[in-house]
């Protein structure tokens, strides 16, 4: 990394991350953030070189490969949000994370390292058992419960998850709730199986739930997040990496869904 004149929170050579929400750097979100993202509608990080503005970077974590610590941007900062700054977690509660994505697998961790019990849903055992050995305690298949709410209250005594990292969307928030402790918190993060709900709302008022839309989070969160990440030595969960002119396939394969995160690297 090189610097221009006036840059005092980095020194040459330091190996920075580019922040999506290029503008958003501690607090509540202003309402035209969206308009500042990296990548769209700001040309993104797909590229040998970029110029940043130092307040938009961060510091990547020391003990990161390079393409590990270009995994963190959204995915690990998503569920770091939404456990940490949102949910409140502290340790000892209960965390509820779907799928084997890339914010899932991060939340998993995450949770995992600062003392929470884990569990994790998947319609794959074999991703179950990869999550569990990366911290997640209990593993819910389903296909095989396709009422995996009521097994959630199972394991957790018929109280329900502290929070709940929601990547799923449609309908499915209802199980969520359910699924959800009262007074809980849903981090609602995706829309993997539809952008709109038929939500049941006679148990969204009386269990209480707080249902927050995320969108990554402040740059603040970052900078937080990567100390924990180096403190507590995570490393990313990456399925492949591919060269700078494989992007097609890799866009493919993530189409196609991935245990963790799929990587480009930009140069050999």
């Given amino acids: 990394m090189a610097t221009g004149e006036g840059v005092t929170r980095f020194s040459i050579g330091d190996r920075v991350n ?12 202003a ?6 993202c990296i990548g769209m509608p700001l040309p993104g990080g797909l590229a040998e070189y970029m110029i940043l503005h130092q307040d938009s970077a961060v510091k990547a974590p ?19 949000y ?7 977690l502290q340790p000892g ?8 994505g890339g914010v899932s697998v ?25 999550i569990k050995a990366l911290g997640a305690d209990e593993g819910i298949n389903y296909k095989k419960y396709p009422q995996w709410e009521s097994k959630v209250l199972e394991l957790t005594e018929g109280k329900g998850a502290d929070v709940t990292v929601e990547v799923a969307g449609g309908n499915g928030i209802n ?5 959800t402790k009262v007074a809980g918190t849903i981090a609602q993060v995706g829309f993997l199986t539809g952008q709109a709900a038929q939500l049941d709302l006679m148990p969204l008022i009386f269990r209480q739930t707080t249902i927050r839309g995320i969108a990554v989070a402040p740059r603040s969160s970052f900078d937080r997040m990567n100390s924990f990440l180096n ?3 995570i490393k990313p969960v990456i399925e492949q990496v591919y060269r700078f002119n494989e992007a097609v396939e890799a866009f493919e394969h993530l189409s196609r869904g991935a245990f963790g995160k799929i990587v480009i690297k930009v140069a050999d």
């Avoid at 929400?21 to 607090?27: A, K, M, P, T």
């Avoid at 509660?93 to 084997?100: I, K, R």
Wanted: charged share 20%; net charge negative; glycine share 4%.
């Fill in 175 to 179: 199980q969520s709730i359910a699924a």
């Fill in 93 to 100: 509660q209960t965390v509820l994370v779907q799928g084997t």
């Fill in 31 to 36: 309402a035209d953030e969206p308009a500042w």
């Fill in 106 to 130: 991060f939340a998993a961790q995450i949770a995992h390292a600062y003392g929470a019990r884990v569990i994790a849903t998947s319609s794959n055992d074999a991703n179950l058992d990869r």
């Fill in 231 to 233: 403190k507590h030595n």
């Fill in 18 to 29: 580019s922040h999506l929400y290029s503008r958003w750097l501690d607090g509540e979100p």
């Fill in 82 to 88: 939404s456990l940490m700054d949102i949910g409140n």
């Fill in 62 to 80: 020391d003990n990161m490969t390079d393409e590990e610590a270009s995994t963190l941007p959204i995915a690990a900062l998503t569920a770091w």
